[in-house]
């Protein structure tokens, strides 16, 4: 089978670290991405890794090893604004755009 | 620059009929995926399509169909609606070779099936 293993709910307080564990077992693997959906809204794009390593963008930072069947997505300096659901997602083909999502990880970040 | 529309918004149909929903990828983008996402889960891949033809296809019986358009616009079309089909579905577009591994979603159509 397939699946992605990532926490449910997560919370935090502004200005804070917090970081979202993914685990995967598939039987196709090009990379993991990062998406963030806030309620009623669209996923939106937040990273992506293919290779071991870390990726940093802003205040996300994603890291993936692959050895591990593992990633994280790193979030720095929490705002209000990144309380939202945050899915890992596993590309089973090369171009990276047929994903299979975990279940998500709502993220409630106070004040 | 207009990003993935989605029609209709919100659709109510009955056990047994047919929907289509139809997705407009944003401007330039020449690939379509469909998601199913029921409420409280994350996205579920039915299929994509590239050079109007279904690419690849995840584990959804062949009830869901769809097409993709010379414009690169694309249709999800599902027959014999079940209850369980109620979800919002998701468009999502790419451009290959560029940028690849981003996809941008739509805001979805939510379909209640009663």
């Known amino acids: 089978g397939q699946s992605l293993e990532q926490p449910s709910e997560v919370t935090a307080v502004e200005g804070a670290i917090v970081q979202i564990n993914c685990t995967y077992q598939?039987?196709?693997?090009?990379?993991l991405s990062w998406y963030q959906q806030h309620d009623g809204g669209a996923p939106t794009f937040l990273s992506y890794n293919a290779l071991d390593g870390l990726e940093e963008t802003g205040r996300f930072s994603s890291f993936l090893s692959r050895s591990d069947s593992y990633g994280y997505l790193l979030l720095q300096e929490l705002q209000m604004k990144d309380s939202a659901s945050y899915f890992c997602?596993?590309?089973?083909?090369?171009?990276?755009?047929?994903?299979?999502f975990g279940k998500g990880t709502t993220l409630s970040v106070s004040s | 620059d207009a990003g993935v529309t989605q029609s209709p918004t919100h659709l109510i149909k009955t056990r047994g009929q047919q929907v289509t929903l139809r997705c407009s990828p944003k401007?330039?983008?020449?690939?379509v995926s469909w998601y199913q996402q029921a409420l409280g889960q994350g996205p579920q891949f039915i299929f994509q399509y590239y050079e109007e033809e279904e690419r690849q296809r995840g584990n959804f019986p062949d009830r869901f169909s769809g097409h993709q358009f010379p414009n690169y616009s694309s249709e999800l079309n599902v027959n014999a609606l079940l209850l369980g089909d109620s979800a919002l579905y998701l468009c999502?577009?790419?451009?290959?070779?560029?940028?690849?591994?981003?996809?941008?979603f739509g805001p979805g159509t939510r379909l209640t099936v009663t």
């Open positions: 999502a577009s790419s451009l290959e070779g560029l940028a690849y591994h981003e996809q941008y």
């Open positions: 997602a596993v590309s089973f083909n090369q171009a990276g755009t047929a994903l299979i």
């Open positions: 598939t039987s196709g693997f090009y990379g």
């Open positions: 401007s330039g983008h020449d690939t």
